[in-house]
């Protein structure tokens, strides 16, 4: 089992930056992927960013250029930083880590399996 907690979410103004982490424990020699997803009123959770093992990154187009998200590989951490913010960033935003579970993974790691964060409301004012 993985147990997500993430950290920094708040009330910002549009153009300002933010910080958000997520501290995983537990089963972490489980965990291929991490990343962020959120979810706005009215709307379908969508993935912001994720960041695999090997360092390579994806980001949705909205936020490309925006945010980046690090790891901190000792702490089981990873972070996303976000910036010039947009009314349209408004939303609970999930961390979330992916175990593969294939053939190279340990034999306790499920397979194909999210597990997900509390979640954490941004809010950006106009």
């Known amino acids: 089992q993985v147990h997500l907690v993430e950290s920094g979410g708040g009330l910002v103004q549009a153009g300002d930056s933010l910080t958000l982490s997520c501290a995983a424990s537990?089963?972490?020699?489980?965990?291929?992927?991490m990343g962020w997803y959120r979810q706005a009123p009215g709307k379908e959770r969508e993935l912001v960013t994720v960041?695999?093992?090997?360092?390579?990154?994806h980001y949705e187009d909205s936020v490309r250029g925006r945010f980046f998200i690090s790891s901190d590989i000792d702490k089981n951490t990873v972070h996303l930083q976000m910036n010039s913010l947009k009314n349209e960033d408004t939303a609970v935003y999930y961390c979330?880590?992916?175990?593969?579970?294939?053939?190279?993974?340990?034999?306790?790691?499920?397979?194909?399996?999210?597990?997900w964060g509390q979640g954490t409301q941004v809010n950006v004012s106009l």
């Open positions: 979330y880590a992916f175990s593969q579970g294939n053939a190279s993974s340990p034999r306790h790691c499920p397979r194909e399996f999210i597990y």
């Open positions: 537990g089963d972490t020699e489980c965990i291929d992927a």
């Open positions: 960041i695999v093992s090997r360092g390579n990154t």
